[in-house]
T-cell receptor, first 111, second 115 residues
Framework: GDSVTQMEGPVTLSEEAFLTINCTYT??????LFWYVQYPGEGLQLLLK?????DKGSNKGFEATYRKETTSFHLEKGSVQVSDSAVYFC??????????FGTGTRLQVFP | DTEVTQTPKHLVMGMTNKKSLKCEQH?????MYWYKQKAKKPPELMFV???????INESVPSRFSPECPNSSLLNLHLHALQPEDSALYLC??????????????FGSGTQLSVL
């Protein structure tokens, strides 16, 4: 079945460092791809999305490009802040009623 | 209003208690979801309602009973829970059930502890 694989965390960075969180997927069709973020003690928030190959989703300085050839949707940010510390979930929607989540990657940013 | 509101935020209950979790959205979304999230794990889908009808039950034990009284409200009734049911319970809604715009809006969750 369809699945999402994320890099193991935690990812520990200093403020203003460059961030990459890797996400790859397996799907038989043409899924839509999402990044959700969960801040401590809160629910998940949609960060960005891409619905077809070569689409780039972006929000709050974060970007991810839907790469069909490498089945990837890596999350990047040029300069992280302490307030970006959270857990990031990659997810796919394969056209059924379910959203398939990766295992999550914890990001810790230190001043 | 782009919020999904869940109450209560925290709940402690004994194994013989009956309690309910509540979820409300006023975005006109027609799909609503219950997820269970254990610490350091992704959310696990429990139930999906579409147009107020139960669409998916992910083989959830009968001690969890969902209810969708109207298009804005979703309840989760709890009875005779076990300590391993302690988790964060998340409600979510989406404009449509599936497809390229299957974006979920989540509430902040109810942190449930079963003693």
């Amino acid at each position: 079945g369809d699945s999402v694989t994320q890099m193991e965390g935690p990812v520990t960075l200093s403020e203003e460092a460059f961030l990459t969180i890797n996400c790859t997927y397996t799907a038989t069709g043409y899924p839509s791809l999402f990044w959700y973020v969960q801040y401590p003690g809160e629910g998940l928030q949609l960060l960005l999305k891409a619905t077809k190959a070569d689409d780039k989703g972006s929000n709050k300085g974060f970007e991810a490009t839907y790469r069909k050839e490498t089945t990837s949707f890596h999350l990047e940010k040029g300069s992280v802040q302490v307030s970006d510390s959270a857990v990031y979930f990659c997810a796919l929607s394969d056209g059924t009623d379910k959203l398939i989540f990766g295992t999550g990657t914890r990001l810790q940013v230190f001043p | 209003d782009t919020e999904v509101t869940q109450t209560p935020k925290h709940l402690v209950m004994g194994m013989t208690n009956k309690k309910s979790l509540k979820c409300e959205q006023h975005m006109g979304h027609r799909a609503m979801y219950w997820y269970k999230q254990k610490a350091k794990k992704p959310p696990e889908l429990m139930f999906v309602y579409s147009y107020e009808k139960l669409s998916i039950n992910e083989s959830v034990p009968s001690r969890f009973s969902p209810e969708c009284p109207n298009s804005s409200l979703l309840n989760l009734h709890l009875h005779a829970l076990q300590p391993e049911d302690s988790a964060l319970y998340l409600c979510a809604s989406s404009q449509q059930l599936a497809g390229p715009h299957h974006m979920l809006f989540f509430g902040s969750g109810t942190q449930l502890s079963v003693l």
